[in-house]
């Protein structure tokens, strides 16, 4: 009899577009979960990966997708036919990940999820979550009153980091790159459009800048921050790289503070899965597109052109 196949989308060289490809269904073994994926997250990290841009790069061929989410084929763990949510242990970077009709993952990389979750919502909520909480709470430590300006605020991280500083009890600002993400920063956020940053357009000195954005964007922000004030660095879609005037700096006095969620994962896991509570209630909100696994070509030229609004997810199901 032959051995059943699946579609999965497969990258054989960096700086292309995987490719779909039929290949057998992995056979369960020990230690592992196999799981007949529902969606996948399309992030600008699973882009780094495929253009062969980050710290950690798989072997190729390899299955791209650092989250996905789907239920339980057969597991020692997991009961059979329970949602799940797949991600961390490298996936996606060092073994193949989730861009995939089915996935045989460690054990280790499979949490449950609660029943009645929507499956998109489920694979794409932790790293903005996360993102949005470290950044406010772990790293900036944002205070009640505070100020804080929030760049890329339309974005996936973003939207939900004004959220999460204006929960915290903070005066948000958000900033966003183009005209038409104007409507898409969440309440209460003032906003402003990147262009126009100054410091009469926020209102005066911010305490806090968290950045998604990187480059130009970044640059711009820093003059805005009071004495002793805090910049959380999250992303680099606008650029990864500015320049620093070191006298400028020292005399500004603010802390750049990277924001990294692979180290602070643990840390901020049992408050970013209460947020997805938040999320499948509407208390709190993040947009989802979706595209079919034929159409990662459109998927992914929305999100590397910032046209995207919210999480870009593949249906696989
Ligand atoms: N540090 C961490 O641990 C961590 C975790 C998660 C994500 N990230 C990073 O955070 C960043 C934001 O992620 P996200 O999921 O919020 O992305 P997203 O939803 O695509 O939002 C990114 C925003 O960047 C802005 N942008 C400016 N210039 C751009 C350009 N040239 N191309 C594309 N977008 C541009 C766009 O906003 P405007 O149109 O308003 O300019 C866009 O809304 C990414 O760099 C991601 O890798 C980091």
Redesign the pocket.
């Known amino acids: 009899m032959s051995h059943p196949t699946s579609q999965s989308l497969v990258l054989e060289e960096f700086g292309t577009l995987p490719r779909l490809v039929e290949r057998p269904v992995p056979e369960p073994r020990p230690g592992h979960t196999l799981v007949r994926m529902k969606s996948a997250a399309v992030?600008?990290?699973d882009l780094?990966v495929v253009d062969g841009k980050f710290g950690i790069l798989p072997d190729l061929p390899s299955i791209p997708g650092t989250a996905g989410s789907g239920t339980v084929v057969a597991s020692d763990v997991h009961p059979e036919g329970s949602l799940v949510l797949l991600r961390g242990k490298a996936l996606g970077m060092r073994r193949d990940g989730a861009w995939s009709e089915y996935a045989l993952v460690p054990d280790a990389a499979v949490e449950a999820v609660p029943e009645g979750t929507d499956p998109a919502m489920a694979c794409c909520y932790f790293?903005?979550a996360?993102?949005a909480w470290?950044s406010v709470h772990a790293v900036a430590d944002v205070q009640p009153g505070e100020r804080v300006l929030v760049?890329?605020?339309?974005?996936?991280?973003?939207?939900l980091t004004v959220q999460v500083a204006a929960r915290a009890g903070a005066e948000v600002i958000g900033?966003?790159?183009?005209p038409?993400?104007l409507p898409h920063v969440p309440a209460p956020a003032k906003v402003v459009l990147?262009a126009d940053l100054s410091a009469d357009a926020v209102g005066g000195p911010v305490d806090v800048v968290i950045d998604?954005?990187?480059?130009p964007?970044l640059r711009d922000s820093l003059p805005l921050v009071r004495p002793r004030g805090r910049v959380a660095?999250?992303?680099?879609?606008?650029?990864r790289e500015f320049t620093v005037d070191l006298a400028d700096f020292l005399l500004a006095d603010v802390s750049l503070l990277?924001?990294?969620?692979?180290t602070?994962g643990k840390e901020v896991a049992a408050d970013t899965r209460r947020m997805l509570g938040d999320l499948t209630s509407g208390e709190l909100t993040l947009p989802i597109e979706h595209h079919r696994i034929d159409g990662l070509a459109e998927a992914v030229a929305r999100?590397?052109?910032?046209?995207?609004?919210?999480?870009?997810v593949l249906d696989l199901a």
């Open positions: 992030s600008h990290l780094n790293s903005p996360g993102t470290a760049t890329g605020a339309a974005g996936a991280v973003g939207a900033v966003v790159g183009r038409a993400k990147a998604t954005v990187g480059g964007v660095l999250v992303g680099y879609t606008a650029g990277p924001v990294n969620l692979m602070r999100l590397r052109s910032g046209e995207a609004i919210g999480k870009v």
